[in-house]
Antibody, heavy 121, light 107 residues
């Protein structure tokens, strides 16, 4: 069965960086794009971008350009999302989510359990 | 960016009720719309894709309709496990965007 297992909660200071991992199992990791979506406390969902695990190609939402880096390690079927220059309004649950169309323009059929990132001085 | 406006933002309903949630896009998105259900502390779950296609394993009481700018999610007979927040999402244009959510509560 498809599973996406994310790394644990993080607490960071403003200006720091955070790197969240998402380990995939139950399917061919390189066959499906992986997206990242975040959700601030009590708020809605916000798309951040995607990575093509096969090529390493990425597409980031303009809002996060210059601050986000998505990478992958195909040897361990894991995707990563690193967000730098953290601010208090980056406090959110970060999700990885699989793209069943592998096109980038897609829905999300499987989600990780979420990783809470808290940014506080 | 395409704005998705959901209405209502919340509703109270009883078990067995028919519930309808609407999602309006700020510009035409063809049928590139999905619906998700999210329960507290959990990741969203895909219910409907391509505006009206039911995701595998999702009960048939859920249905979706619409195209262009106006879309609807209908729950034909609300069950206790359906109390949750529902989001629409468009995938016609970047950035991919979500509606603000509709919270379905117990009356």
């Amino acid at each position: 069965q498809v599973q996406l297992v994310q790394s644990g909660a993080e607490v960071k200071k403003p200006g720091a960086s955070v790197k969240v991992s998402c380990k995939a199992s139950g399917y061919t990791f390189t066959g499906y794009y992986m997206h990242w979506v975040r959700q601030a406390p009590g708020q809605g969902l916000e798309w951040m971008g995607w990575i093509n695990p096969n090529s390493g190609g990425t597409n980031y939402a303009q809002k996060f350009q210059g601050r986000v880096t998505m990478t992958r390690d195909t040897s361990i079927s894991t995707a990563y999302m690193e967000l730098s220059r953290l601010r208090s309004d980056d406090t959110a649950v970060y999700y990885c989510a699989r793209d069943p169309y592998s096109s980038g323009w897609s829905v999300f059929d499987y989600w990780g359990q979420g990783t809470l990132v808290t940014v506080s001085s | 960016a395409i704005q998705l406006t959901q209405s209502p933002s919340s509703l109270s309903a009883s078990v067995g009720d028919r519930v309808t949630i609407t999602c309006r896009a700020s510009q035409g998105i063809s049928s590139a719309l999905a619906w998700y259900q999210q329960k507290p502390g959990k990741a969203p779950k895909l219910l409907i894709y391509d505006a009206s296609s039911l995701e595998s394993g999702v009960p048939s009481r859920f249905s979706g309709s619409g195209s262009g700018t106006d879309f609807t999610l209908t729950i034909s007979s609300l069950q206790p496990e359906d109390f949750a927040t529902y989001y629409c999402q468009q995938f016609n244009n970047y950035p991919l965007t979500f509606g603000g959510g509709t919270k379905v509560e117990i009356k």
